[in-house]
């Protein structure tokens, strides 16, 4: 994904609602260097940093590589990373991939005061107190959700009511799906 510009940036500033909370999707770059220091991820920082001041965004989102494996040495450079990025945002979110247990990634999230991502509907609630899920879609990005899992989606949420827990909707029809899951949870649109 790239950069917006800067034209881009104002816009969204000018248009966004009062009380609107902006959350930034980190750049791959950063993940595809897993998440290791070094020039590339310096300056995708410095860049996400500039985006961030201009739209007031407190929340810096990261997803790794499907391959980003829970190593030693990963999860040590995750850490590393984390832990860096926490002093520019002050809510960071990663989504650790297919090949982490949700739980491992959990405690790496207690470890850095960060919040692992992930999907309620394949990986259940998180056991933390706070809580980040992101809904890719069932069949991926390009799939949207049957009555049914957003039926399931707000079961799952009720059940973790004591939760304080962010649930995003990353597919195409995200708008939709967001529309029909708050519908579902009786909140009002």
């Keep these: 994904m790239a ?6 940036v104002r816009r969204w500033r000018r248009e966004a ?8 999707l ?12 070094g020039k590339v991820v310096e300056t995708a920082l410095k860049t996400l940093g500039e985006v961030a001041k ?6 810096a989102v990261f997803v790794a590589p ?3 494996t829970s190593s030693r040495a990963n999860r040590s450079a995750l850490k590393d990373f984390l832990k860096s990025v926490r002093k520019q945002f002050a809510t960071v979110v990663f989504e650790p991939g297919p090949a982490w247990k949700p739980d491992d990634a959990d405690d790496l999230a207690e470890e850095t005061n960060t919040l692992s991502a992930r999907d309620p509907l394949q990986q259940g609630l998180s056991k933390r107190n ?7 879609g069932p069949a991926g ?7 049914p899992a957003i039926e399931k989606l707000a079961g799952i949420a009720v059940a973790g009511k004591t939760q304080a827990a962010t649930y995003v909707f990353t597919n195409v029809d995200m708008f939709a799906d ?11 649109a």
């Design 3 to 8: 950069v917006p510009g800067p034209g881009t």
């Design 17 to 24: 609602p009062e009380g609107f909370e902006f959350a930034l």
């Design 141 to 147: 990005h390009k799939s949207r959700y049957e009555d």
């Design 54 to 59: 201009e739209l007031d965004a407190k929340t």
């Design 178 to 188: 967001a529309k029909r899951f708050k519908k579902a949870m009786g909140i009002p």
């Design 26 to 37: 980190g750049p791959r770059q950063i993940a595809q260097e897993g998440f290791r220091e």
């Design 130 to 136: 706070v809580a980040y899920y992101r809904l890719p």
């Design 66 to 68: 499907p391959d980003f």
